[in-house]
């Protein structure tokens, strides 16, 4: 069983970047598929961001899409998440995710982390 711990989140002004990192407890990290996510209050938890076992092919929901970067270090077993230009409408805890089959469509992932908060000021 895969356990993630992110770490990374904070206060942060609009216009501003932060960088989320996913540690992985399993050395089969690798044959993991690795998703952000993002649940803000009153709101449903909502893709962000996917990336492959081997780090070839990245997803992205539209709102991020030319903002954000996902990124994997198999080496370390960590999942990034970059953020650049952030909005006060990104504001949420973000969560990563582990799926033994595949990146996208965003299902399917059956190990969380406990969440980040990440904070965008106007």
């Known amino acids: 069983q895969v356990q993630l711990v992110e770490s990374g989140g904070g206060l942060v002004q609009a216009g501003g970047s932060l960088r989320l990192s996913c540690a992985a407890s399993?050395?089969?990290?690798?044959?993991?598929?690795m998703g952000w996510f993002r649940q803000a209050p009153g709101k449903e938890r909502e893709f962000v961001a996917a990336?492959?076992?081997?780090?070839?092919?990245?997803y992205y929901t539209d709102s991020v899409k030319g903002r954000f970067t996902i990124s994997r270090d198999n080496a370390k077993n960590t999942v990034y998440l970059q953020m650049n230009s952030l909005k006060p409408e990104d504001t949420a805890v973000y969560y990563c995710?582990?799926?033994?089959?595949?990146?996208?469509?965003?299902?399917?992932?059956?190990?969380w982390g406990q969440g980040t908060q990440v904070t965008v000021s106007s």
């Open positions: 399993e050395r089969t990290f690798i044959s993991y598929a």
């Open positions: 995710a582990a799926n033994p089959i595949r990146a996208y469509p965003a299902h399917g992932y059956d190990y």
């Open positions: 990336i492959s076992w081997s780090g070839s092919s990245t």
